[in-house]
């Protein structure tokens, strides 16, 4: 009977907790990151470290350390830059974006 499939429904139709509603989805915070990089490096750093923090193993990871690179270096952090790029290194040597990580920390 439909009711007897009710509770089972019910349980499906749970909405998510508040702060998992309320947390910015990987993509939305690096593309707001990515658009913060010219006019505001400082937000997008922040925005990139939000992201470390909601997402440390997330999908974008490599996509977040080349971001922050790029503001630590527009922001004139150029030991923070190396340090960070150094990581990216050990993290991920055979990434894509190791030319640019060198390009830009030269």
Not at 14 to 32: G, N, T, V, Y
Not at 53 to 78: F, H, N, S, W
Request: glycine share 6%; hydrophobic share 40%.
């Amino acid at each position: 009977s439909a009711s007897a499939l009710t509770p089972g429904r019910s349980q499906n139709n749970i909405p998510p907790s508040p702060s998992a509603a309320e947390a910015p989805s990987e993509i939305e915070l690096l593309r707001d990151a990515r658009w913060a990089l010219r006019q505001a490096p400082t937000r997008a750093l922040e925005l990139a470290d939000q992201h470390a923090r909601l997402y440390p193993q997330g999908k974008l990871t490599q996509e977040r350390e080349l971001l922050a690179i790029t503001a630590l270096v527009a922001l004139g952090r150029r030991t923070a830059a190396l340090s960070r790029g150094a990581s990216f290194g050990r993290a991920f040597p055979a990434s894509p974006y190791q030319k640019q990580i060198g390009e830009l920390l030269r």
